[in-house]
C-alpha cells in the first residue's frame, strides 16, 4: 500500500527537530571544554528558539566578560541523512559545516561531537573577535 505524503511529512518534523537538540548539546559539551582549555573561562550558550519548531535555530553566547554574541544555526538537507549546518554569527563570520546522521537506530549521536568541536572553535575564533571589538568600543 503506497504511504500518503501526509504521513510521510509526519514523520520528518520529529527528526528536523531532534537534530537541532543533537547538533545543541555537543555544541554546549565542547564549549564547555573548548572555553576551559583555551581561555581557563567559562563561556555559555543558550538555546533561545526552544517553542519554536521552525528553523533557525537562534542560540546566545556568553563569556565571563558579560559579552554576549548573537548565532544563527541553518539546518538544511542535502542528501539522506545529511545535513547542510550553515553557522552565521551576529556582526561576524559565517562558516559551513556537515552533519551526517548514521542509519543505525541510536547512533545519531555519533558524528555530533565532531561537528559541536569544530562549531565550538568557530564560534569561540567569533568570541575573541567580538570581544575584542567590545572592548574597543568601551575604551
Not at 538555546?47 to 541553518?74: F, G, N
Not at 562549531?119 to 567580538?130: A, I, S
Request: hydrophobic fraction near 35%; aromatic fraction near 4%; glycine fraction near 6%.
Amino acid at each position: 500500500m503506497p504511504v500518503s505524503p501526509a504521513s510521510q511529512s509526519s514523520t520528518a518534523p520529529a527528526s528536523s527537530r531532534r537534530i537541532p537538540d543533537v547538533i545543541f548539546q555537543s555544541l554546549k559539551s565542547a564549549l564547555t571544554v573548548q572555553g576551559r582549555r583555551r581561555h581557563d573561562a567559562d563561556v555559555t550558550v543558550a538555546r533561545l528558539d526552544r517553542t519554536s519548531t521552525d528553523p533557525p535555530m537562534q542560540l546566545r553566547l556568553e563569556c565571563s566578560d558579560h559579552v554576549q554574541m548573537a548565532v544563527e544555526i541553518r539546518l538544511r538537507p542535502v542528501g539522506d541523512k545529511v545535513y547542510d549546518v550553515h553557522c552565521t554569527v551576529a556582526e561576524g563570520a559565517s562558516h559551513r559545516f556537515t552533519y551526517s546522521a548514521c542509519s543505525e537506530t541510536g547512533t545519531a549521536l555519533s558524528r555530533a561531537p565532531c561537528l559541536g568541536r569544530k562549531l565550538g572553535t568557530f564560534l569561540l575564533d567569533e568570541l575573541e573577535r567580538h570581544v575584542g571589538r567590545h572592548h574597543l568600543r568601551t575604551q
